[in-house]
Each structure stands twice: as C-alpha cells, then as structure tokens.
C-alpha cells in the first residue's frame, strides 16, 4: 500500500468523523428540551473532538484519486473502529463510565447490536439515552451509507463504499439515488414504527427510542430489563412486525411501497424469513411448553425472542438463561442465520443460508442422477448454471466457515472469564450475540466483566458488522505497508 | 443385482468370524470358561454365512452397475456388516441395541463403547472388537475389491462411494490392483507395529489386538484402561507414531517406499497434517503445563502428544482422563475433532485436505472480492482442483455440521447436557471414540438412552461412508425404477 493508498483511507475516514460531529450537534435539541443543561458542553466537547479530528484527517489526506475496492474496504474497517471511539464521549463525559465500558457501550450501539454495559437504563440523562437509540438509528443503515448520500462524487467510487458496508443491491440504477431512497423508506418506517408502539400505549418519549433501536434491529432500551419491563402482550405484539420490518430489505420494501405487495411473497429472502420464524418460533414453544406450563405463556416470550434473535435486534422479554440448553441453540441457530441481506438487520445473512439450502439439494440430484441429466436449478426467481449455482454455494459456504472461525476465537476467550455458573452453552449464546449484532444476553456481559472479555466482544461486534472480508482484506493492506 | 453383492459379502464375512473362534479355542485350552464363546462365534459363522449364501442364490447376477447401485451396496453393505457383526456380542447377553452399538462403533472404527466392565469379556469377544476395527479400517468394499474379481467390474463407483475424502488416488489404472497395493501396505505397516510393540514388551494378546486398532485409527482396546493401562513412554512413543503413520494417506505410504522418498513432503496435505499436530501438540503442552495440570513440562508434552494424535486421527484411546483437564485444552481437542486426518488414511472426521482446500479458496476469495474477474484456480500440489470439487466440499462440511446440529438437538431432548451431546455427537460422526463429560474417555456410553444410542449409531455409519452414501438413500427418486 502506498502513502498515497493511506491517504485517500485518511481523508475519507475524516468525512465519517465530520458526520458524528455533526450528529453530536444535533443531538443538543434534546438536552435543550430536556433542560439537561450539564450535558450539553458534553455533546458540544464531542462534536468538536470529532469534528477537528476529522478536519485533521481530511487535511493530511489532501489528495485527488479515485477510491478503489480495497481503499473503500479499508476505510470501513478503520471507521467503525474510529467512530465508536468518539461515539464513546458523551458515556464518558455525561455518566462517567470507565472508557473501555463506554467504548463497548458506543459500539455495541452503532454496530447495532444492544449488549450493554449499563445496569439501569431508566436512569440515564435523556441525552444519553437518545444517543444509544441515535447510533443504533444511523449504524442500522450505516454510516458509510449515510456520507454516500450527502456526498457526491463521480465514478465508481460511491459502489465501492456501498458494497465494503455489506450492502450490493440497487433500487435504482444510480447509486446515489437508490441511497437516498434507502434513507427516505428508512426515515418512513420508522415513523410509522413510532405511531404503532404509540398505539399499542407506549409513553412517547420511550416509543421514540424504542422505535429507533428496533427499526434499526439495534435493540438498546431506555428500561432496566427491556421490553420485559412493561410486561405489556400488547406493546411485545406491536413489536413483532416492526423487528420483522427492519429484517427485510428495503429493495422489498421499496416495491412494497410501489405498491406491488406481491413482491414480498416472491423474494427469496422475505419468504425464507417466514419460513424460519414460524420454523425456529415453532420448535421453541414446543421447547418451552414444559418449562412455561401454559400454551399461551410459552407461545409469548417465545415467538418474541425467536423474532428478536432471528431479526437480530436483541430485544428481550425472558430471562434465556434460565431456558434449556436446546431452547438456547434453537435461538443461536437463529441468531447465526440473521436477517436479510440488504436490509438493517445481522447475522450470516439469510440469503446466504438459502443459497447454502438450495446448494446442497443441486449437488444431491447432480450426484445421483447420471451425468446426461442436466439439472435446472431455481433461486428465488432465477435460474441458474450450474457455474453460477456453484460460485454461490461456495462463496456463502466461505463466508460462514470464516464467521465460525472468529466465533470459534470469541467462544474460546469467554470460557475462560465467564463465571462458573454460566455453562458453555450460555457462552456460545452470548459471543454468537455479539457477532451477529443480536444483543440478547444470557448474562454474562456486565460491567463487571474482565477487560479483554470486553474487548473479545468488541472485536466479534466489529468483525460480524463488517461481514469479516473488509476487515481481513485491511489487514492485508496494514501488513503488506509495515510488514 | 444388489442383494447379490451383499450376499457374497455377508458370506466372507461370516467365514472372518472363524478367526476370533480359533483365537477363543486357543485360549480355552488353558482356561476352559472361554469356551462359551468358541460356539458364540461358531453359531454367528453360521448364521451370517447362511443368510449370505441365502441372498447370493435367490437374487441374479448381472454386470450392470450405475452410481444408484454402488451406493447401495456400500450403505447397505456397512450397515448388513454392523448388524451381523453384533450376533457375538448379542449372543454373549448384550441387550440388541447395545450390541448393535458396539458392533457398528467397531466396524466404523470409531471406538466408542457401552461396555461397562471390559475386562470380564472373553478373549474371543475382546479380539472379535478390534479384529472388526481393523478390517473396517481399510474399508470392507476395498478388501473385496482386492480379493473378490466379480466386484472389480463396477469397482471405480465402489470406491469412491467408500474411500475417505473429496479426491482420489490412482495408483494403477486397474481398481483391484490398487486396492491390493493399499491392503498389502496396511498388513505391512501393521505387521512392523506388531513387532515393535511385542519388542516393547506388550504380550502377543495385546500386541496385536493394539496394533489392529491403532492402524485403523479405531481405538478399542482390551484393556479397562486403554494405553494408560500399560504406563510406558515407550509404549507410548510407539503407538503415536503408528497413529500418525495411520492417520495420512496411504497411498502416499505407498509412494514413499516405491516411487520417490521424497514424496511425503511434497504433499500439501501430509504437510498440513503435520503442521497441525506439531501446532496443536505445542499449545496444548503449554497450556496443560501453565495450568498446573501436569507439574513438569516433560510429562505434559508425554500426554499432550499422545492426546492430540488419538484425537485428531480420530483414534480415541487415552493415556490420561483428558475429561479433567481445563477448558482451554479441552476446546482445543473439541477443535480436533472436526478436523480427523487426511483423505485415503483409515481415520475419520472432515479430512485435513478438505479444510486445507478451504482455507486456500477463502484465500482466494479475498482476492476476488477485490478484483471479480482474476482468474486463478485453486492447486494442491501440482494439481488443479477443479471448481466442481470445491462445490462437494462445502456441500459435504454444510451437511455434516447439520447432521452434528440435529444430532446434538436430539440427544438434547433426551435430557443429556449440552457439552455431553455435542461432544457424543462428533464423537461418533467422526469416528474418533471418547467425549466430554457424561461420554468421557473414563466412562462410556452405556448412560445414554436406547433412543440415543440409535442415532450415534446412525451418526457412526452416516460418517464413515462421508454422508453423501448413506443420505442419498433418503432421496425418493432413489428408489424409482
């Protein structure tokens, strides 16, 4: 990599700063409203920290040259490493929180995640708290996503940066356009989600936050044990649809809107999703049928947190320690799966574990049937060769290998500061949690948690946000400039 | 066409039994309460022979083989071996799902038992259970193929539905030579083990029962205390160095004698392996020693080595209860599991050149997310693995770790604990032998439910034959004329 390489990651990871400065700043309404006037100078220290750091950056990158794939997975690498570190300000300056348990706390909000360090929510200054809920609201999309359609630039720089934050479909032909469309539905469901947790009689200042956390599959909330706080069937039914709404992908979402509703039962993605919600969701109230004791009690906490894992937001309305090892793997497996690419949702991606599906019953009938016989394989809509249906057998199958590798790494940290009574299925839940961007917690992540579990945890957050390849590739690039 | 085939194995498979006869008719002529088991065995002789002679004579002959057919003769042929395998045991009281366990456990070579008090079977029994072990390590498909010129003719579908690992091995053009080459390299490595372990100072009874055993990397053994039994480095040093001899390619053994010295290390796959072992040895030494485990660093290595070839060549006998070290060291194992040894070797798992294939593809990967239109195939060694291979590799990983998940789902639901169920589960779809916990190498499987033993004996015949043998059984355009 080149000095000229390092600068245009530099200058480029300067604009992302520019743009937490710039949400820092707008984030002082709420203080504002709130009269938390002490916390105001915190925000206004965090959007100058980061808005001169930015301004830095940019300078020492001064340099015309188009951004190519490498540069553009190098900058999202480094960025969601940078942003989280100045998203973790206001945690320091505002609650006082030990700067580790902040810089968890600030990316386990813009990774969208929701694993928190922060016994009580409920008692936060509503600045922080609408900060979590912010940074889960703009990482869900993505930050880079979000320079994207402030910023424009010729060439094919914008896709590079589209396809490094994990994203590659397109609504419209133009990358820029289709941003801003993304940010537009964006901006649409959430309203909408805010109206219906307002209808099902959520106060508004927490239909707000929650809101924001859940559209994005984020999963922070302002109570101390989540939704389970309110106790409430009818907020937690209210809640379901909008998890699933942030799980699909805003392409659907787009023709949805077009009107054209039949576009929904026709993506891969979408339908699988239902497949496995009733699925996963099935087996677990059969699971916890003996535990609950009751058909209906089991059928509520269950398809919330079969919604919850699978969607990837992490909210929570039992305590899934106390659950079965099998109730507990169920989920995992859900988790694991995630949702649907292209839409705010984590995890492996549901996509791939179609293409994984559909892969295996074509290797099985091109094995069994003699070589004349040519097999016609359908994806979704598609027909595939048998090249094509290849290629993405292999690269789904590559990329979950990886995931289980860096899960492998995590799982084998947290056994050794995990406390005694949490068993090792309770710590394969948790590392898979991080990684898919969940946030449903057996309980082992707390405050009181060793540094390096934290800092474990931080890593799976930030490789599982990135779909691992951008961070490899980046260290690549790292070694071969220093190596 | 298919019951003809399995006739005339059933039928040389009832005459093998005539050996542990003769090793029980030996043995009770200085101790007359071993006779019993001299009829047991005469009694299965008949019993398999006839039923094989049955099928051979009721069902025609014809030369027409297809891939549908081979597969079922494979599958069936294993399981027809396991259940007519299990009449000694059955005969000597076993409950029959137990004795189907351990008959299975043997074939396969995995070495998991339900016996709970080994010492007080009888020689015959004790021999018959290694004696299995050797002869489904090299694979039973293979030694008829070697011996038998009426298989020969469909022999290339055979032995790939039954050889280990994604690539196969050529070394004659003609099948049956090259399944006499791999069966004569067995019998001579076994025999140089034999010898060494009876210079070592074991007894003949145990040398050669041990010596079965570990050149099929199956890991049953006629002691209650496996190798730990004997207590002797060198025993030991010995028994490692055939396991790792019996956990690589023996056809590359082959090579090494009679075609290029230099052969082994130009393989990839030999060089993973050993890099592996070597890798795994260290840290595990290491951190059986910083744990306090074991207090100098001399015995430490002395357990570590022996555990991590046991395990990774999916062996499965134990020096030491590895169930009481640390966590650490007992994820390392767990990872080992999955790995097993390397393709055309008699040990089991996903295979060494499998992850090495794809660990190379998710580094070629890297460098097609940067540019989409490189062109670069994927080698190992001089060869060129062509895309299509790549496909069977992950299809084959994705189902095996299903196969793992559902099994672990099940045992789950039988009430046993969570590490206790994975680790029963690859245990015995990699034919490795002991687990963790409730299925430690210092206890067995006896505890788990009967419902529970059916599926690890699934899980044993399912992972022998590599999935794809056995699952395609399930397809219902399998069965349409």
Request: charged share 10%.
């Given at each position: 990599m080149s000095w000229n390489d390092?600068?245009?990651?530099?200058?480029?990871?300067?604009?992302?700063?520019?743009?937490?400065?710039?949400?820092?700043?707008?984030?002082?309404?709420?203080?504002?409203?709130?009269?938390?006037?002490?916390?105001?100078?915190?925000?206004?220290?965090?959007?100058?920290?980061?808005?001169?750091?930015?301004?830095?950056?940019?300078?020492?990158?001064?340099?015309?040259?188009?951004?190519?794939?490498?540069?553009?997975?190098?900058?999202?690498?480094?960025?969601?490493?940078?942003?989280?570190?100045?998203?973790?300000?206001?945690?320091?300056?505002?609650?006082?929180?030990?700067?580790?348990?902040?810089?968890?706390?600030?990316?386990?909000?813009?990774?969208?995640?929701?694993?928190?360090?922060?016994?009580?929510?409920?008692?936060?200054?509503?600045?922080?708290?609408?900060?979590?809920?912010?940074?889960?609201?703009?990482?869900?999309?993505?930050?880079?996503?979000?320079?994207?359609?402030?910023?424009?630039?010729?060439?094919?720089?914008?896709?590079?940066?589209?396809?490094?934050?994990?994203?590659?479909?397109?609504?419209?032909?133009?990358?820029?356009?289709?941003?801003?469309?993304?940010?537009?539905?964006?901006?649409?469901?959430?309203?909408?989600?805010?109206?219906?947790?307002?209808?099902?009689?959520?106060?508004?200042?927490?239909?707000?936050?929650?809101?924001?956390?859940?559209?994005?599959?984020?999963?922070?909330?302002?109570?101390?044990?989540?939704?389970?706080?309110?106790?409430?069937?009818?907020?937690?039914?209210?809640?379901?649809?909008?998890?699933?709404?942030?799980?699909?992908?805003?392409?659907?979402?787009?023709?949805?809107?077009?009107?054209?509703?039949?576009?929904?039962?026709?993506?891969?993605?979408?339908?699988?999703?239902?497949?496995?919600?009733?699925?996963?969701?099935?087996?677990?109230?059969?699971?916890?049928?003996?535990?609950?004791?009751?058909?209906?009690?089991?059928?509520?906490?269950?398809?919330?947190?079969?919604?919850?894992?699978?969607?990837?937001t992490g909210l929570q309305t039992a305590t899934v320690h106390t659950w079965a090892p099998n109730a507990k793997l169920i989920i995992i497996l859900l988790m694991l799966i995630g949702g649907a690419a292209g839409s705010t949702a984590g995890g492996i991606k549901i996509v791939r574990a179609a293409a994984m599906f559909t892969g295996i019953g074509w290797w099985y009938k091109k094995l069994s049937l003699p070589h004349e016989v040519v097999v016609v394989q359908k994806f979704g809509d598609k027909v595939l060769s048998d090249d094509e249906m290849g290629a993405q057998l292999n690269e789904a199958a590559i990329i979950s290998f990886l995931w289980v590798l860096f899960l492998f790494m995590g799982i084998f940290v947290m056994l050794h500061i995990a406390s005694p009574s949490y068993y090792v299925d309770d710590v394969i839940f948790e590392v898979v949690s991080a990684q898919s961007n969940v946030g449903l917690s057996t309980g082992i992540t707390s405050p009181d948690m060793m540094w390096v579990g934290k800092l474990m945890l931080i890593f799976n957050m930030w490789v599982g946000r990135l779909e691992i390849i951008p961070i490899i590739v980046t260290f690549k690039l790292l070694l071969r400039r220093f190596g | 066409m298919v019951l003809n085939t399995l006739g005339i194995i059933l039928k040389y498979l009832g005459i093998l039994m005539l050996i542990p006869a003769l090793v029980g008719y030996y043995y009770s002529l200085h101790d007359p309460a071993q006779f019993p088991s001299v009829m047991i065995f005469i009694y299965s002789f008949l019993v398999t022979t006839s039923v094989g002679l049955m099928l051979e004579y009721t069902n025609r002959n014809s030369d027409e083989f297809r891939n549908r057919e081979s597969f079922g003769i494979v599958a069936f042929a294993w399981l027809l071996a396991a259940i007519f395998g299990a009449l000694p045991f059955l005969l000597s009281g076993m409950q029959p799902v137990d004795a189907l366990f351990e008959s299975m456990s043997g074939f396969t070579t995995t070495g998991a038992t339900i016996m709970t008090d080994i010492e007080s079977h009888s020689k015959a029994l004790l021999f018959w259970r290694c004696f299995m072990q050797w002869l489904g390590g090299m694979g039973i498909i293979m030694l008829f193929l070697a011996i038998l010129p009426k298989l020969a003719v469909a022999g290339r579908q055979l032995f790939k539905a039954e050889a280990p690992g994604p690539t196969e091995d050529k070394l004659k053009p003609r099948l049956k030579e090259t399944a006499k080459i791999l069966w004569m390299v067995y019998v001579v490595i076994s025999a140089v083990e034999f010898i060494a372990l009876l210079l070592a100072g074991m007894g003949v009874y145990d040398s050669l029962t041990h010596t079965f055993t570990t050149m099929a990397c199956g890991g049953f053994s006629p002691r209650a205390d496996s190798i730990a039994a004997f207590n002797s480095p060198l025993i030991e040093g010995i028994i490692v160095f055939f396991m790792f001899v019996a956990g690589a390619n023996f056809a590359l053994h082959y090579r090494l004698i009679y075609v290029d010295h230099r052969s082994l290390l130009k393989d990839g796959e030999f060089k993973f392996y050993s890099f592996i072992v070597v890798f795994t040895t260290m840290a595990l030494t290491w951190t059986l020693w910083r744990t306090g485990t074991f207090e100098e660093i001399g015995t430490s290595f002395r357990y570590a080595i022996f555990q991590v070839l046991s395990i990774m060549t999916t062996t499965g006998y134990a020096t030491h209860d590895f169930n009481t070290w640390p966590d650490s060291s007992r994820m390392v194992l767990f990872m080992l599991m999955f790995i097993g040894g390397c393709a055309g070797s008699t040990a089991g798992g996903i295979k060494v050149v499998r992850l090495l294939l794809m660990l190379k593809y998710a580094y070629r990967e890297l460098f097609r997310s940067l540019q989409p239109k490189l062109v670069r195939p994927i080698r190992l060694g001089d060869r060129v693995v062509p895309e299509d291979v790549m496909n069977s590799i992950f299809s084959f990983i994705i189902l095996y770790i299903l196969v793992f998940m559902a099994s672990t789902f099940i045992l789950g639901e039988l009430g046993i604990d969570a590490l206790s169920a994975a680790s029963a589960s690859i245990v015995t779809l990699g034919n490795i032998g002991p687990g963790f916990d409730l299925v430690g190498p210092w206890s067995n499987f006896s505890t788990i439910p009967d419902m529970g033993k059916l599926v690890l004996i699934a899980n044993m015949w399912i992972g022998r034959l590599e999935i794809f043998t056995v699952l395609v059984l399930l397809i219902p355009g399998f069965w349409k004329e």
């Open positions: 390092f600068k245009i990651i530099l200058r480029n990871v300067g604009s992302l700063l520019l743009i937490v400065s710039l949400l820092a700043l707008v984030s002082i309404a709420v203080p504002l409203v709130f009269r938390e006037y002490g916390a105001i100078y915190a925000m206004l220290v965090t959007s100058v920290l980061a808005g001169i750091a930015g301004l830095v950056l940019k300078f020492i990158g001064k340099i015309d040259g188009e951004i190519q794939l490498t540069h553009a997975m190098a900058i999202s690498s480094i960025a969601w490493l940078v942003i989280p570190l100045f998203g973790s300000i206001p945690f320091i300056l505002i609650e006082g929180m030990s700067p580790l348990n902040s810089v968890f706390e600030s990316t386990s909000g813009w990774t969208g995640t929701g694993l928190t360090m922060i016994t009580a929510p409920s008692q936060l200054t509503h600045t922080i708290q609408f900060w979590r809920s912010l940074t889960q609201w703009i990482g869900g999309v993505g930050v880079v996503v979000l320079i994207i359609s402030i910023i424009t630039r010729p060439g094919t720089s914008m896709y590079h940066l589209y396809r490094a934050e994990g994203r590659e479909e397109k609504i419209f032909p133009r990358i820029m356009t289709t941003v801003r469309m993304i940010w537009w539905i964006y901006f649409l469901l959430t309203i909408l989600s805010i109206l219906i947790l307002l209808v099902a009689g959520m106060p508004l200042w927490d239909s707000i936050n929650h809101g924001m956390t859940t559209i994005s599959t984020g999963g922070f909330s302002v109570k101390d044990s989540s939704i389970a706080s309110y106790d409430n069937s009818l907020i937690e039914l209210a809640l379901i649809p909008i998890m699933v709404m942030g799980a699909i992908p805003f392409l659907v979402h787009y023709k949805v809107l077009k009107g054209n509703v039949g576009a929904f039962f026709k993506d891969v993605q979408s339908r699988s999703l239902l497949i496995l919600l009733s699925l996963g969701g099935g087996l677990l109230v059969a699971e916890n049928f003996l535990s609950y004791g009751w058909w209906s009690e089991a059928f509520r906490y269950s398809m919330f947190q079969a919604v919850s894992g699978l969607t990837c | -």
